[in-house]
């Protein structure tokens, strides 16, 4: 079915009539230009004016053209069929640190070291793009919290944001309360069994208005479970001035915070060095076993206004081409075209 969005706008339908009746023509003037076509348009316009005016058709054609704007001006839309949407899954939201640690290059990728947000955008995009079924929210958080998406069956969206994300956008410490608290209030209104975080850090809370265990205890009464994954190496090698040395990039990883999250949510603690061990992690976290939900359906919408638009942009260019001024200059044009071609072929 064909649905208008503006539907008021078929109310500017009667205004050419108004303006005709209303306002009272212009009165003509001598022109104050002069063209070296005068006399030819002036004696197309004197044998217009001879023949009546403007012809039926034409009157006919500004109608309709007129009509055809109004129509793509209340934005038509084909409505298509009710789709119904999955039944069965959860509604995982996504909080990941983009926090300045998470700029240190101690993931090995094809042998060579990349960044570890690097790693996370490709294991949690793959991740995202196997939850069929399941509503996507996606959290970013730094120094402060941010809702990037909102709860979604859009993975490509979720997906294509995440990838875009750069290092740092929301400050440079680690504000895991705060991630906490954001998901529990974009979770609490769904159904209960089904609201899941996965909180994805690699260091320790500093900053923010909640401390991490507070933030927990409330998503507990909430019915939210959170899963925790400690992300960074537990060795890289720094090269020096005279010989290699080795360090733990990874010191400032707060375990027992994040096993203390997971245990008061039901959740689970995981420890992620490399990307096969991140992979693995939500591979298993991809086997969560969906819930039923309530029965959802959307119909597709498809934008219909640029066939008037377009039809009327049609009848004006007609209109255009059959006024005898425009005739006119159309006839001097091709004059001098041949005239100027055959010049060219007896030179």
Known sequence: MIEFQWPWVFAFLPLPLLVYFLFKPAR????????PFFKVAAGFESADQASGGRSIARRVLLIIIWCLLVLAGVRPEWIGD???????????????????????EDMEVNSGLTTRLRVVKAV???????????????????????LQTPLTFDRTTVRTLLAETPLGIAGGKTAIGDAIGLAVKRL???????????????????????SPLQAAKIAATQGVKIYTIGFGADEL????????????????????????IAGLTGGIYQRARNTQELAAIYDVLDSLEPIEQDQQTYRPEKSLFFWPLGLALCGSMLMALGHPLMRSFFQMGWRQFRETGGETARS
């Open 28 to 35: 003509h003037q001598e022109s104050a230009l002069h063209v």
């Open 82 to 104: 009710p789709i119904e949407l999955p039944t069965s899954g959860r509604d995982l939201m996504l909080a990941v640190d983009i926090s300045g640690s998470m700029g240190t």
């Open 188 to 210: 609490q209104s769904r159904p209960e069994n089904s609201r899941i975080l996965i909180l994805l850090t690699d260091g320790k809370n500093n900053v923010g208005e909640v």
């Open 124 to 146: 949690v995009g793959d991740f995202v793009e196997r939850r069929v079924g399941d509503r996507l929210g996606l959290i970013l958080f730094g120094s402060q919290a941010y």
């Open 237 to 260: 090698v720094v090269p020096g001035l005279l010989f290699n040395r080795t360090i733990n990039p990874s010191a400032e990883l707060d375990t027992k915070t994040l096993t203390e």
